[in-house]
T-cell receptor, first 112, second 115 residues
Framework: NAGVTQTPKFRVLKTGQSMTLLCAQD?????MYWYRQDPGMGLRLIHY???????AKGEVPDGYNVSRLKKQNFLLGLESAAPSQTSVYFC???????????FGPGTRLTVT | AQSVTQLDSQVPVFEEAPVELRCNYS??????LFWYVQYPNQGLQLLLK??????LVKGINGFEAEFNKSQTSFHLRKPSVHISDTAEYFC?????????????FGEGTQLTVNP
């Protein structure tokens, strides 16, 4: 099992550009999550999904969109990148809400 | 709403010394509790979890944590640390009775083990 994978690992964008981050899991988990990690702020939930075709907002959803067209994939989109979106992004999945989450290796995004 | 406070942002210790990383939580209902470890440039790995039962929970790499309901704490301990334990540690809580409950993470504690 690969667990949770994320692509790309690194990306540099210019302000105003768009991109999509891909998360894939092979554990047949229903629940998937996108977090951002910034120094001294822990992990903050951006969006999450409770199953294929569903999405919901987390703590810091502004400037991001997500889609869950297939159970194993969860996409995070930035339509118009801003320097404030420079961060490390982690995807996670879990069997059920409130249970332990399994994390991907992260994507380091820099917006200049 | 639930919240997590990790009382120390940085903990420096010498190799083979004991360590305790402190975590307090607030929630109005019963909770599940977790500790995760993050090594440099990696994702988070689960160290241990408390769901129910014994309040002393053993995890990987010799770590253990004790759930104290009256003090709303879930401190992480290791009796003798190694250089390889240098990492950031995150405490997390979930309110498993509430529909839509999710993990809430603390801000992290950087453990640095010095030779």
């Amino acid at each position: 099992n690969a667990g949770v994978t994320q692509t790309p690992k690194f990306r540099v964008l210019k302000t105003g550009q768009s991109m999509t981050l891909l998360c894939a899991q092979d554990m047949n988990h229903e629940y998937m999550y996108w977090y951002r990690q910034d120094p001294g702020m822990g992990l903050r939930l951006i969006h999450y999904s409770v199953g294929e075709g569903t999405t919901a907002k987390g703590e810091v959803p502004d400037g991001y969109n997500v889609s869950r067209l297939k159970k194993q994939n969860f996409l995070l989109g930035l339509e118009s990148a801003a320097p404030s979106q420079t961060s490390v992004y982690f995807c996670a999945s879990s069997y059920n809400q409130g249970y332990e989450q399994y994390f991907g290796p992260g994507t380091r995004l820099t917006v200049t | 709403a639930q919240s997590v406070t990790q009382l120390d942002s940085q903990v420096p210790v010498f190799e083979e010394a004991p360590v305790e990383l402190r975590c307090n939580y607030s929630s109005s209902v019963s909770v599940y509790l977790f500790w995760y470890v993050q090594y440099p440039n990696q994702g988070l790995q689960l160290l241990l979890k408390y769901l129910s039962g014994s309040t002393l929970v053993k995890g990987i790499n010799g770590f253990e944590a004790e759930f104290n309901k009256s003090q709303t704490s879930f401190h992480l301990r290791k009796p003798s640390v190694h250089i390889s334990d240098t990492a950031e540690y995150f405490c997390a809580v979930s309110d498993h009775y509430t529909s839509g409950s999710r993990l809430t993470f603390g801000e992290g504690t950087q453990l640095t083990v010095n030779p």
